[in-house]
């Protein structure tokens, strides 16, 4: 399993980023996907999950009604609207897919990670 995050970059507070993440070697249709986030020296935080076709989603308290999680099963993609950005959105953000079956919050249930994309939001 491959995947290729996409669409970080450095914003200003309350502008928006719309992040990507292509999986291949994998048949995605298949898979529930999460998106995570880790700071240097912290623990990998768990942001957003999104089932298989879509219809169901979650979010962290932290980023509900900011950030939408969607994906095209078509272009094996997820992708992670990030609305209104604050300066303690500022992390790396990875997406993968669910394929142990802890809660979805929890990083057990996912074994494979990309590279992530780097998010700097400044004040």
């Known amino acids: 399993v491959q995947l290729q995050a996409s669409g970080g970059g450095l914003v200003e507070a309350g502008d928006s980023l719309r992040l990507s993440c292509v999986a291949s070697?994998?048949?995605?249709?298949?898979?529930?996907f999460a998106w995570f986030r880790q700071a240097p020296g912290k623990e990998r935080e768990f942001v957003t999950y999104?089932?298989?076709?879509?219809?169901?989603?979650y979010y962290s308290d932290s980023v509900k009604g900011r950030f939408t999680v969607s994906r095209d099963n078509a272009k094996n993609t997820v992708f992670l609207q990030m609305n209104n950005l604050k300066p303690e959105d500022t992390t790396v953000y990875y997406c993968?897919?669910?394929?142990?079956?802890?809660?979805?919050?929890?990083?057990?249930?996912?074994?494979?990670w990309g590279q992530g994309t780097q998010v700097t939001v400044s004040s």
């Open positions: 993968s897919p669910r394929d142990r079956n802890y809660d979805y919050t929890d990083l057990r249930s996912y074994t494979y």
């Open positions: 070697a994998i048949l995605f249709y298949n898979y529930a």
């Open positions: 999104i089932n298989w076709n879509g219809e169901l989603t």
